[in-house]
Antibody
């Protein structure tokens, strides 16, 4: 049974960079079977796809965030990461990592989420 | 971007009711659609993918249908654990989610 666990600072100052890591245990991390994905949920709101990194190579980001977002994969440590530059209060949200199956395209496994607050 | 629109945004129902939620895509997405259930304070849980394929372990009272631009999630007989928020999600072109449907107790 795969487990995904987000980690990172809870509080980030405006204009700074948000950095989160997702550690994956109990499942395959390489082999091209999954898109390693970040999603966020603003307080009381719906889900917003941020983007994904695939098998230590291609990344794709939401058009609304691609100028500020960056993702990478560290297969030696079974983790992937998200950085979001120049944050504002609008980036305050619950951030989830998840994996999307390349075969059937849905997000079958999620982390529990980590709350990030952007405030001075 | 492909926009996903769910209706209704809130649905009041009783245990045992048959419930249907609709999701519409702004352009055709074939059957590249998934449904999720989210309980308060929890991560979303995958229910259905490829519009109608039930994820392993999901009760058979859940079903999905549709293709192209219009899709439905049906709960045949609502159970106490089913009061939650439901999201559709397309994966034809990257990913995008519907706004959610909250199923509440009548």
């Amino acid at each position: 049974q795969v487990v995904l666990q987000e980690s990172g600072p809870r509080l980030v100052r405006p204009s700074q960079t948000l950095s989160l890591t997702c550690t994956v245990s109990g499942g395959s991390f390489s082999g091209g079977d999954y898109y390693w994905t970040w999603i966020r949920q603003h307080p009381g709101r719906g889900l917003e796809w941020i983007g994904y990194v695939y098998d230590s190579g291609p990344t794709h980001y939401s058009p609304s965030l691609e100028s500020r977002a960056s993702m990478s994969l560290d297969t030696s440590n079974n983790e992937f990461s998200l950085t979001l530059k120049s944050v504002t209060a609008a980036d305050t949200a619950l951030y989830y990592c998840a994996r999307e199956s390349v075969v059937y395209g849905a997000l079958g496994d999620w982390g529990q989420g980590t709350q990030v607050i952007v405030s001075s | 971007d492909i926009q996903m629109t769910q209706s209704p945004s809130t649905l009041s129902a009783s245990v045992g009711d048959r419930v249907t939620i609709t999701c519409r895509a702004s352009q055709t997405i074939a059957d590249f659609l998934a449904w999720y259930q989210q309980n308060p304070g929890k991560a979303p849980k995958l229910l259905i993918y490829r519009a109608s394929t039930l994820e392993t372990g999901v009760p058979s009272r859940f079903s999905g249908s549709g293709s192209g631009t219009t899709f439905t999630l049906t709960i045949s007989s609502l159970q106490p654990d089913d009061f939650a928020t439901y999201y559709c999600q397309q994966y034809d072109t990257y990913l995008s989610f519907g706004g959610g449907t909250k199923v509440e107790i009548k």
